[in-house]
């Protein structure tokens, strides 16, 4: 496992203890704030994803176009 991996899984880890500890001791807010937090980080790691994900699509799609451009000028031009 990578080092980082190790990282958020520890950090997660400790996260949900957190959480179960609030609401053990009946520290709601505390608690529900820790799952605001939780669902935020989450919210923007779904997004940096996304946005990955579609840089590398559009870029694909850019290199796919002009690959065939290219081609095309190359059988007309033999």
Do not use: C, P
Request: net charge positive.
């Amino acid at each position: 496992m990578r080092k980082s991996t190790k990282w958020v899984l520890w950090i997660l880890g400790l996260m949900l203890a957190a959480i179960f500890i609030n609401f053990y001791m009946n520290l709601y807010s505390f608690g529900f704030a820790l799952i605001g937090v939780l669902f935020m980080v989450f919210t923007g790691w779904g997004f940096l994803v996304k946005l990955k994900n579609d840089v590398r699509q559009h870029e694909d799609h850019h290199r796919r176009m002009h690959e065939s451009v290219n081609d095309d000028i190359e059988r007309y031009t033999r």
